[in-house]
């Protein structure tokens, strides 16, 4: 079963940055494509980056250039550099281990609790 804790969130100004973290546990890591999501106050959970276990990397057009996806496979780890942050990037951000690395692939792990981001203007 699929677990994930989710950390490094906070409370920033616009134009700040953060540097999201992942752990993952209950599956072989290593050749799991993984994804970052961000739920936006009232709004559904979206994708906004995905990594494959190649380190290919895919961004949601609204984070392109600004947010960086990687992972430590020696850490079951993966993360999220966040830099440039606008107000509209606040949210929850969850990560989740995905089927595969393909457009529109479900997550299959448990939901963690996400780390809340707050951008301020």
């Known amino acids: 079963q699929v677990q994930l804790v989710e950390s490094g969130g906070g409370l920033v100004q616009a134009g700040g940055s953060l540097r999201l973290s992942c752990v993952v546990s209950?599956?072989?890591?290593?050749?799991?494509?993984v994804g970052w999501y961000r739920q936006a106050p009232g709004k559904q959970r979206d994708l906004v980056a995905r990594i494959s276990s190649g380190e290919n990397t895919d961004y949601e057009d609204s984070v392109k250039g600004r947010f960086t996806i990687s992972r430590d496979n020696a850490k079951n780890t993966v993360y999220l550099q966040m830099n440039s942050l606008q107000p509209q990037d606040t949210g929850v951000y969850y990560c989740n281990v995905l089927r595969g690395y393909y457009r529109n692939a479900p997550a299959v792990g448990n939901w963690g609790q996400g780390t809340q981001v707050t951008v301020s203007s």
């Open positions: 209950g599956t072989n890591f290593s050749p799991k494509a």
